[in-house]
DNA sequence: ATTATATTTTAGGCAAATCTAAAAATTTAA
DNA sequence: TTAAATTTTTAGATTTGCCTAAAATATAAT
């Protein structure tokens, strides 16, 4: 009944990889685990035999529904202990995953679901990333573009940053840009792509098109 | 460097064996930790050889100083994490114990030195007991007696329920008497050493011998 | 002081999660 | 369409934490 936490890493891995490009493979998997393939392999047929993943030697694997639901709570527990971290304990974005990639395998369903209570029932973690309900339904997130898209003139609050490394965490701190961070264009330099921006309604300052590009922001609300 | 949790289960019973009774055997600790004599004797052998325990075979064992250590580290974590549990998602003091204790295995220093912040330093955990500090040290902790020793009229508070059991919980729960409470004795019956005491200066109420004797109250502060 | 009882340890095994090296299958390229 | 390269799987080990059954030691009772 309980899946240890290797394999809800395992589980939590495929369901992100397979977000991303649809699909999954071996390698793939070794290596966003750092671990080796013949160890997924391992893995696969005793997940498989458990009815996590539908898995056929050569021919691929992906979750089964039940995995799926298993994955989708675990990425609720992660996003939600996020939260905790960065509204309650005052961690930045930068140290919190570490510490969710061991509180995201605590048992108690009862725990979270409170601890989400607690929080105010946040519909985004701390890296603008969606949070799950307790029935593992995302609800719908409102759209997001990548700033470059976004019309000059127009406003816009900044929703998500991605990939989150720490080098650009620690460019937008500098900047004091945030999730929440409303945002206007101000000016787009075709020469090297780079937009002159105005933070929260204050000062102006220039990010370049590698900065920008992983902002994203959304008009609406 | 870093202990598994299950030895850390280990040392942390051995840990409260030893204050309870000066002395752990290998029944004791197996009986503890749900596992079988010959486990421990297995685990008695590996945490030897990491410094953490002294054991020579067939005499005994006790925790070294390093040993000492990991274990308060744990029980801090732990009752740190109840203290979350009961003031903040609003659990009461049955609840808690099961998560806390795969709660106190988080391995981030930091993170259990802010929920200390976040808690505002508490000095006892739900259940009355001591919290050590960040340095393993535990403060003096104010004297506390049975509450069958304190004096007819004498008003006292609440520290410690001892054992604490779901059962006298409960029973407590109902008389709205926990940590904190204040509690004055009024009348002692010889027949049967039953109390009749006023609770928190308000209505009255009558315990029997056996729960009176594992309440412990404290007349200062 | 023997003998009986209780405790503790060893011997041997098992399941989970990993690894390396080698074999098998698939995919890509010539 | 065969050969080369890549990917995936198997085979065989290792480590950790636990188990049962049997042996060793210590303790208690005649
Ligand atoms: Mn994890
Ligand atoms: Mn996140
Ligand atoms: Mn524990
Ligand atoms: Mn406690």
């Given at each position: 009944?309980?899946?240890?936490?290797?394999?809800?890493?395992?589980?939590?891995?495929?369901?992100?990889?397979?977000?991303?490009?649809?699909?999954?493979?071996?390698?793939?998997?070794?290596?966003?685990?750092?671990?080796?393939?013949?160890?997924?392999?391992?893995?696969?047929?005793?997940?498989?035999?458990?009815?996590?993943?539908?898995?056929?030697?050569?021919?691929?694997?992906?979750?089964?529904?039940?995995?799926?639901?298993?994955?989708?709570?675990?990425?609720?527990?992660?996003?939600?202990?996020?939260?905790?971290?960065?509204?309650?304990l005052?961690?930045?974005?930068?140290?919190?995953?570490?510490?969710?990639?061991?509180?995201?395998?605590?048992?108690?369903?009862?725990?979270?679901?409170?601890?989400?209570?607690?929080?105010?029932?946040?519909?985004?973690?701390?890296?603008?990333?969606?949070?799950?309900?307790s029935?593992?339904k995302?609800?719908?997130?409102?759209?997001?573009?990548?700033?470059?898209?976004?019309?000059?003139?127009?406003?816009?609050?900044?929703?998500?940053?991605?990939?989150?490394?720490?080098?650009?965490?620690?460019?937008?701190?500098?900047?004091?840009?945030?999730?929440?961070?409303?945002?206007?264009?101000?000016?787009?330099?075709?020469?090297?792509?780079?937009?002159?921006?105005e933070?929260?309604?204050?000062?102006?300052?220039?990010?370049?098109?590698?900065?920008a590009?992983?902002?994203?922001?959304?008009?609406?609300?």
């Open positions: 009944m309980k899946i240890s936490i290797s394999k809800e890493n395992h589980l939590k891995a495929i369901f992100h990889l397979e977000s991303d490009h649809g699909t999954v493979t071996t390698n793939e998997l070794a290596a966003a685990l750092h671990t080796r393939p013949a160890s997924i392999t391992d893995m696969l047929k005793k997940l498989q035999k458990e009815g996590l993943v539908l898995y056929e030697r050569y021919k691929g694997f992906s979750l089964s529904q039940d995995g799926k639901m298993a994955a989708v709570q675990i990425i609720r527990n992660h996003r939600l202990w996020e939260c905790f971290l960065v509204d309650h005052d961690f930045d974005w930068s140290q919190v995953h570490e510490m969710a990639e061991e509180l995201e395998h605590l048992t108690s369903r009862k725990l979270i679901d409170r601890l989400d209570f607690f929080l105010g029932f946040p519909r985004t973690d701390p890296h603008g990333d969606p949070i799950p309900d029935d593992g995302f609800t719908r997130q409102i759209a997001q573009i990548p700033l470059p898209n976004l019309l000059t003139g127009k406003e816009a609050t900044v929703t998500a940053i991605r990939p989150q490394t720490d080098q650009i965490l620690e460019l937008l701190q500098h900047k004091k840009i945030k999730i929440g961070t409303r945002i206007t264009i101000r000016k787009k330099f075709d020469f090297d792509d780079s937009l002159e921006i933070v929260d309604g204050g000062a102006s300052t220039t990010v370049s098109a590698l900065v590009k992983n902002i994203y922001v959304s008009v609406q609300k």
